[in-house]
């Protein structure tokens, strides 16, 4: 029963793409394949392609047939592509939207008894684990949970299967080389120094509308002495608070900003990519290191269908694909697959540490003082499918 991927955008369900859409769409799968065969024998794999995992759950998943998966993680369909070429006997559907609502979704389905996701997968790390906690997700010992870095698994349910840096994104023909921040020291520098070069023409991810930005936030006010100091300084220069990162890069890449603050590396470059004028800098004092979450919810109607899909990005194969894409995969044993990391990375481990974030108190107090750094920032209207 080939099929498809049906991808859902917070509305009706419809076919992916278009009749053109399916060409490219064919074109990126076939280019993929290709880079995904020389990493495999750069690496010298010989793992069988769906990994260990038991027959028994594979039979199930296929008798099953269906995956619906809640996702933030767009840039990840070509690895749903290659799943399905693995698994046609499984219709898989993507629906993609805001952490923020994702989490209530979720939440809403299993109190509600309408259960309808299999996999959450989120780069909002704090409200991944909040819902692992309260007790919406189930266990799951992946057959590769012995291969997965420390701090990348907690309680065997919610999965880190990334490790991103978070980026300074820049227009490199407007900004003069020697306004180019290398660290967070000197962003707040340039800002206080040269104001006027940026007064106007930066944005910001709107922590109070984004899970994401809420998290790098509280990391930054953490990790960073001056955090604070930086948030007044990005605030004087009245920053276009948004919550779509293809927003914020196509107002950088077109040239009405030269500057936006904590950009996830691997959906930068796929802006570098495609505007010559867009550049990227990993901060020398430190960068954040972010996962994308996921987790098979406790009343996943198609358990081990997510189980098997779980189990292919957490493999070799999995991994290998998703540093085929430009994205760097949580695991260290997959080859010679990705540039070094830089260094000064702080990786946001994957536990319970991230419920300080969602603490009412906590959370109310971090944003009232960032509403305060930031003063009359404009905002750009809310978008469902931002991080």
């Not at 698994?87 to 609502?101: A, G, H, K, Q």
């Not at 990375?345 to 003082?369: I, K, S, W, Y």
């Amino acid at each position: 029963m080939a099929q498809g991927i049906v991808r859902r955008r917070a509305g009706t369900w419809g076919a992916c793409c278009d009749h053109s859409g399916k060409a490219a769409a064919v074109k990126a799968s076939s280019l993929f394949r290709v880079v995904m065969t020389a990493l495999c024998l750069m690496a010298g794999c010989g793992e069988p392609r769906d990994g260990v995992t038991p027959s028994s759950i594979r039979r199930a998943a296929q008798k099953e047939g269906a995956l619906l998966i809640y996702a933030n993680t767009s840039l990840m369909e070509p690895l749903i592509e290659d799943f399905r070429s693995r698994y046609p006997d499984i219709t898989v559907r993507l629906e993609d939207m805001n952490s923020t609502l994702m989490a209530e979704r979720v939440v809403a389905e299993a109190d509600g008894d309408q259960p309808k996701a299999d996999l959450v997968w989120s780069s909002a790390m704090d409200l991944q684990i909040k819902m692992v906690n309260d007790g919406y997700a189930q266990p799951y010992r992946s057959p590769h949970r012995g291969a997965m870095p420390d701090g990348s698994v907690w309680r065997d349910q919610g999965f880190g299967v990334t490790a991103e840096p978070i980026v300074f994104a820049y227009n490199r023909r407007l900004l003069p080389l020697d306004a180019v921040p290398h660290s967070h020291a000197d962003l707040l520098r340039l800002l206080d120094d040269r104001p006027a070069l940026f007064t106007g023409r930066t944005t910001v991810y709107d922590a109070e509308r984004s899970g994401v930005a809420l998290m790098h936030l509280s990391a930054d006010a953490q990790i960073y002495p001056d955090a604070w100091r930086l948030m007044e300084a990005l605030g004087r220069t009245r920053p276009r608070l948004d919550t779509s990162g293809d927003r914020m890069m196509r107002q950088l890449a077109s040239g009405r900003m030269v500057l936006a603050y904590n950009v996830n590396q691997s959906f930068g470059e796929s802006w570098v990519l495609r505007s010559p004028d867009v550049a990227l800098v990993t901060p020398s004092d430190y960068h954040l290191s972010v996962s994308r979450v996921a987790f098979i919810p406790r009343t996943a109607p198609h358990p081990n269908a997510a189980r098997v899909f779980l189990d292919y990005l957490l493999s070799r194969e999995g991994q290998r694909g998703i540093a085929a894409l430009g994205i760097r995969p949580v695991r260290d044993d997959v080859g010679d697959t990705m540039r070094p990391t830089p260094p000064g990375a702080r990786p946001v481990r994957v536990g319970p540490g991230l419920l300080a974030n969602l603490d009412r108190v906590r959370r109310e107090r971090l944003l009232h003082r960032w509403r305060l750094a930031m003063g009359d920032a404009p905002r750009a209207p809310i978008d469902p499918k931002a991080p």
